[in-house]
């Protein structure tokens, strides 16, 4: 055993934490001290990580100023809610006789640009036949297609509304394959497709 | 002085416990930021359009879930995810590849197709994805769709079904949208990935700074042309803008405006505030008519890629407009139809 001596840092250090040792009363009250501090310093926490998130719910949107933003990541996650509720937009429908002409027209038009993909055609030339009767948005997707994949040779019939309404249209036309179905929209440049899948 | 002398010891005490709170508080902070996304499977970016996809059910097709599968669908689905896991694919490529099978073959490992395809992706021997008996093989018929996809420039920030389509070029380009909900009901029915969509739980507001850093970036583009298709950096159509807009502030957005429309919840245009986006449509009652998307920038002011031979540039929203869409959309919050 060292000689331990009653002088000096360590010994002082020694006093104190051998104080709560000295009697079960002292070490109850040490247990009781420390637990305090611990649910002190959770509930502190806690109460500034919710006021961060309210002001984050308060200021975000509605501040424009000209300070750089990080770039990259959103911030965290505010407090779980929803916008109140908003009826969906819903175009009134219109019977299927109403259906324009010039829409049922360019959609079979574009179907029969669609079934146009003879051997060795490239997808340019491919789009180039389908581009009058596209929106320009929609071109940007049909670019991704290679025309060798398309099923399809030869429409077989008549287009045929099963949508209609005032601006635009649902169109099936059928083809030697599949049935297309085929959404026609009323644009500044008159009716455009802008949108297709295959009846399923 | 004497008093306090005894005050010395507790300096040691003061410096480790310090460090430890600095250290505590570091870490703290740095685990929410990395988690601010949500457990998205891009760390820190939100699908806003996969989000109004799973929490609409919207554009989803009718009765699609993990459990309206059969036991050969969920079979095909747990060797998807199985190999692609193990491949070290991250969950979304699962996710594309989930979308892509479910559109190609409805989840069955089929020795039939159009013309050559076969097999759970519809792969075309004759199109150099491999020998029949290959491609038939759902170990590799999904290794070698995932090592395609992976090879697409940023697939992982394209929408699931631009990425679907890079690597089937497909004849119908945008079908796998249709299952972007079932596939990711699928990881995390099966895989146990939390929020695949990575916004978050639900939310009525942008991301602190979002707003601000989309708007900006879009100011710092004032001036450069509209070319139709395109999304930047030195020309951009309108979708283009918002799209390159809110990828920098955090938030992917699908390609065109009425699909970006769609991509968060909904809010009368009166309400708008700085950050949610305006639409134009032919027919306002009419989401499929739209055909032109801005960005709210606060004070009844916009930031758009207007048309061709103009150019990007700040206006005043014709809030009287007879094509102004009632609602306008903050992207990437929680659906909110009524």
């Known amino acids: ?200 | 002085m004497r008093l306090l002398r005894p005050l010395r010891l507790l300096v040691p005490l003061v410096a480790v416990g310090g460090a430890l709170v600095i250290f505590l508080v570091f870490g703290f902070l740095a685990y929410q930021g990395g988690t601010g996304g949500g457990a998205g499977l891009v760390p820190g970016y939100c699908d806003a359009g996969l989000r109004s996809i799973t929490q609409s059910g919207s554009r989803a097709a009718v009765g699609d879930s993990a459990a309206t599968l059969n036991e050969e669908q969920r079979q095909n689905a747990a060797t998807i995810i199985g190999v692609a896991r193990q491949k070290g694919a991250p969950p979304r490529a699962w996710l594309v590849a989930l979308a892509t099978a479910k559109q190609e073959s409805d989840l069955r490992n089929i020795p039939y197709g159009d013309r050559d395809s076969l097999g759970l992706f519809q792969q075309r021997p004759s199109q150099g994805w491999g020998s029949p008996a290959q491609v038939l093989d759902p170990v590799y018929s999904t290794t070698i769709f995932i090592d395609r996809l992976l090879q697409v420039p940023n697939w992982d920030r394209l929408p699931v079904t631009v990425a679907a389509q890079t690597v089937q070029r497909s004849a119908f380009p945008d079908a796998y949208a249709k299952w972007e909900g079932l596939a990711a009901d699928l990881v995390s029915q099966l895989a146990g990935v939390t929020d695949p969509a990575g916004c978050g739980p639900n939310t009525a507001t942008l991301p602190e700074g979002a707003a601000r850093g989309a708007i900006q970036f879009a100011l710092g583009e004032v001036g450069k042309p509209y070319v139709w298709g395109a999304t930047g950096p030195n020309t951009y159509d309108c979708s283009g803008l918002i799209l390159r807009a809110f990828q920098v502030a955090g938030i992917d957005l699908p390609r065109v405006s009425w699909q970006q429309f769609a991509a968060g919840g909904h809010v009368p245009v009166k309400q708008a505030q700085p950050g949610d986006l305006l639409f134009y449509a032919t027919d306002p009652s009419d989401p499929a008519t739209i055909h032109h998307v801005m960005l709210y920038m606060g004070d009844g002011q916009m930031v758009e890629a207007p048309y061709s031979g103009e150019s990007v540039r700040v206006r005043s929203v014709p809030w009287g407009y007879s094509e102004l869409v009632p609602l306008a959309t903050r992207p990437g919050t929680t659906p909110n139809r009524a």
């Open chain 1, 1 to 200: 055993m060292p000689i331990r001596t009653p002088r000096g840092r360590s010994a002082a250090y020694r006093a104190l934490w051998q104080w709560p040792l000295r009697s079960p009363a002292r070490l109850g009250l040490t247990v009781v001290l420390l637990l305090a501090v611990v649910v002190g310093a959770v509930a502190g926490i806690g109460a500034v990580t919710v006021r961060s998130a309210g002001t984050a719910v308060a200021s975000s949107g509605v501040t424009l100023t000209p300070q750089p933003t990080p770039a990259g990541r959103p911030a965290a996650p505010v407090t779980p809610t929803v916008l109140p509720p908003v009826p969906a937009l819903t175009p009134s429908s219109l019977p299927l006789s109403a259906a324009p002409n010039p829409a049922l027209s360019v959609a079979a038009r574009w179907a029969a640009a669609w079934v146009n993909h003879p051997q060795g055609v490239s997808a340019q030339q491919w789009v180039d036949g389908l581009r009058p009767f596209t929106t320009d948005e929609y071109l940007g997707v049909l670019v991704g297609v290679d025309p060798a994949n398309i099923p399809a040779t030869r429409v077989t019939g008549e287009p045929r509304a099963t949508k209609v309404a005032s601006r635009s249209v649902q169109v099936t036309v059928p083809t030697n394959a599949l049935t297309l179905d085929v959404l026609v929209v009323l644009t500044d440049e008159g009716w455009r497709v802008a949108g297709y899948d295959r009846v399923s």
